[in-house]
């Protein structure tokens, strides 16, 4: 693999995928709408993602050994790239999401999610495609699944937390902490799977130079609840927690589901996971004093 192609790339663990891919040797291309220049090294090419006209300007003679797309949350966007890559791309890999489980079904406790469970090859596509991006995603992946244009990858990321985390979810349960605020926590607390920036960018590091297809589960051993959240970031000071108000939401992370995954597939095929809590303490956690 000498040619890699990020679609998106300009934050969080897309950067550091990107910063991966370049620091291992691979001529990286970056393709977004330009609100932030790629790390040093790195080609840039610059469309929107909506315009698909754009997009196959920018894109127009040229050919990769593998596409990384971390922003593909339609149908709509999967055929446009269908269109765009078709003979043109050795492999595709879209990041997809633990949201792809989130289909309504009550799932048993302690049965942790696998890839069959959410089929792309049957998943039906409709034009309601964005009604939800767990709906979105599981869409997308049954568009590009089905296409057979190129070799297909699609990697359901699990919940990825880390110091840069620009949706400031895990900021919420600190900051909450640090003031004494109790923290929203669903009556059932049921563990869902984690994963950090770091180990979500070397997992599609990983994925686009394998040759396997098809659906892979990134997640770091250890499912953890909301309140093993709080534990972990409060160190062992007390903190609270509380059950939601009516009409109120609980704290992100806060599941009245069980959100377990299975990434068995992934280690079989070579990739080793962390464990949560090898890594989670050493996030940018509270300082008391």
Same mark, same amino acid.
């Given at each position: ?86 003979? &043109? ?43 939800? /991006? ?11 699944? &089905? ?123 070579? /990739? ?18």
């Amino acid at each position: 693999m000498e040619n890699v192609l990020v679609i998106g790339g300009n934050r969080y663990f897309g950067r550091g995928l990107v910063t991966l891919l370049r620091d291992s040797g691979v001529r990286v291309t970056v393709l977004n709408r330009g609100s932030a220049a790629p790390p040093p090294g790195v080609a840039h090419l610059v469309a929107d993602r909506e315009d698909e006209a754009a997009m196959a300007a920018a894109l127009a003679g040229r050919s990769f050994d593998a596409v990384v797309d971390q922003v593909c949350y339609t149908p709509r966007h999967a055929e446009a790239a269908v269109r765009a890559f078709a003979g &043109r791309v050795g492999r595709y890999v879209m990041t997809s999401t633990i949201e792809v489980y989130d289909t309504g079904e009550c799932r048993p406790l302690g049965v942790p999610l696998a890839e069959q469970v959410v089929d792309p090859q049957r998943w039906p596509v409709s034009g309601e495609g964005e009604s939800s /991006y767990g709906e979105g995603k599981r869409q997308a992946e049954a568009v590009l699944t &089905r296409s057979g244009a190129f070799p297909f990858v699609t990697v359901r990321a699990a919940h990825v937390l880390g110091a840069d985390d620009f949706t400031g979810r895990l900021a919420s349960y600190r900051e909450r902490i640090e003031a004494g605020l109790p923290v929203t926590v669903h009556p059932e607390n049921l563990p869902s799977s984690y994963t950090h920036d770091a180990e979500m960018a070397d997992v599609l590091r990983w994925a686009a130079a394998a040759d396997f297809t098809g659906p892979v589960n990134a997640c770091s051993h250890g499912e953890l609840t909301a309140t093993d959240l709080c534990d972990l970031l409060a160190n062992g000071r007390p903190y609270r927690t509380a059950p939601p108000a009516p009409g109120e939401e609980a704290s992100p992370f806060s599941f009245d589901r069980y959100y377990g995954m299975d990434n068995s597939r992934a280690e079989k095929l070579g /990739y080793t996971f962390s464990h949560t809590r090898d890594w989670l303490p050493a996030l940018r956690l509270p300082t008391y004093e």
